[in-house]
């Protein structure tokens, strides 16, 4: 009896053992099971979800009809003022990598320097789609543009975008190239003065404006000057890009109070001194040629007459 009884005591516990297992999953599967990146439902090679980590490829985004698959900007994309509702996920030179992820993005498009190429290894190394962007020039924002079409399945979009934007600074290019051209010093920032130099994009402008940079060649892209190399350039016209665009008017005025004290300069002299909008000067892209026929306006305005969103003296 005592046997019997202890065989069905061993054999109760191998079933509540059994049972039990049975509710547990191995062991292993905590350790190989692996979490990715959603990817966009329809079609992986048409991303539903893009964040954009720099307000000129936000306008990019938008000018390609895109603006229901932008799921994030940086908090500096204030154009179009669609922008400014999409949620934020840091600034331009402070991508916050937590609040990218937070979005389930299916592609992260960001811009090739030093803050944002550490977000987008990061990203990388987690499974995420990052496209990261090479735009310095005028010819880079081209490829730029046709990279992203290729990237979230608008060959089409990209292709027509970059050759609008091709043409209109075509046609501004044409008519400033029988102009004389007009030295333009293009100022960073005023104390301690640094300048354009001519291996910039800015330059690049300058030259479709109609205009000549008043510095020579430089070593450093954004270089500071002397008094004795800034009344050599013998600039003819000085143009200033705002540190903000609330307030350009008082900024115009504090300029010309900055560069009266150099009287003997041709622009100072002919009130020639113009504070202009940075955001569509200084981003590349859709607006650039707005922007370009804005510095037109500045450098040749009996020949350009479009508005141009600066305030002159």
Not at 40 to 46: E, K, T
Not at 77 to 82: E, G, K, L, Q, R
Not at 229 to 252: D, F, H, P
Request: glycine letters at 6%.
């Amino acid at each position: 009896m005592k046997k019997l009884w202890g065989i069905l005591v061993i054999s109760f516990i191998l079933l509540m053992m059994f049972l039990l297992m049975s509710l547990i999953p191995p062991l292993k599967d905590f350790h190989t099971k692996k979490i990715s990146p959603p990817v966009s439902a329809n079609n992986p090679n048409r991303p539903a979800r893009i964040v954009s980590l720099s307000p000129n490829l936000t306008e990019i985004l938008f000018a390609m009809g895109l603006g229901e698959r932008i799921a994030a900007v940086s908090s500096d994309s204030d154009y179009p003022p669609a922008a400014v509702d999409r949620q934020k996920v840091g600034t331009f030179w402070q991508p916050n990598t937590e609040a990218i992820i937070a979005i389930k993005p299916d592609l992260v498009i960001t811009e090739r320097f030093e803050q944002q190429r550490a977000v987008a290894d990061s990203l990388n190394r987690l499974g995420y789609k990052v496209l990261t962007l090479k735009i310095e020039k005028i010819e880079d924002l081209f490829a730029a543009i046709q990279k992203i079409g290729d990237a979230i399945g608008c060959e089409r979009q990209g292709r027509e975008l970059a050759e609008n934007i091709k043409n209109q600074l075509n046609d501004l290019k044409t008519k400033s190239v029988s102009i004389n051209k007009v030295k333009v010093l293009w100022v960073v920032q005023p104390e301690p003065l640094r300048v354009a130099g001519r291996d910039t994009f800015v330059n690049e402008l300058i030259e479709l404006a109609g205009g000549e940079n008043a510095i020579g060649q430089t070593i450093q892209k954004y270089p500071p000057i002397s008094t004795e190399e800034l009344l050599a350039g013998g600039a003819e016209v000085i143009i200033q890009s705002a540190m903000s665009k609330n307030n350009i008017a008082e900024q115009q005025r504090a300029a010309e109070t900055f560069w009266s004290r150099f009287a003997n300069l041709p622009a100072v002299r002919n009130h020639r001194i113009y504070v202009v909008n940075p955001d569509t000067v200084l981003r590349l892209g859709p607006r650039l040629p707005q922007g370009v026929g804005m510095i037109a306006k500045c450098l040749h305005p009996n020949i350009f007459k479009q508005s141009t969103g600066t305030t002159q003296r």
